[in-house]
């Protein structure tokens, strides 16, 4: 994955982890599970968190507001999605590496 990428990758999960911390901010403590996999020619982030977290909001995220997070993993991963449970919500991001099949190389 070329630097560029990384960084892009890198800002994804970030933002998606502070969309998780503000949607549960009740002052309490804070569970956030995190997988990362390189699979056939891709990279793919799993986070999962709190029924309230990742829900697509009607209006256009600012930086630093609930949303922001899947804004960008719309716009900078290959492919993304929400998975949504009674108790736990997740959100993952997919992206290319350079040379691999799939869809247009990063």
């Given at each position: ?31 956030i ?21 990742y ?36 959100v ?15």
């Amino acid at each position: 994955m070329d630097p560029d990428s990384f960084g892009d990758l890198r800002l994804m999960v970030s933002e998606l982890v502070s969309d998780a911390v503000i949607a549960e901010n009740k002052g309490e403590d804070l569970e956030i599970r995190m997988r990362a996999m390189l699979s056939e020619g891709r990279v793919r982030v799993e986070l999962q968190q709190g029924a309230p977290a990742y829900r697509l909001l009607p209006r256009e995220a600012q930086p630093g507001t609930a949303g922001w997070g899947l804004q960008l993993a719309q716009r900078l991963s290959d492919r993304w999605g929400v998975k949504r449970g009674e108790r736990r919500s997740g959100v993952w991001v997919e992206m290319y590496l350079a040379g691999a099949g799939g869809g247009d190389p990063l």
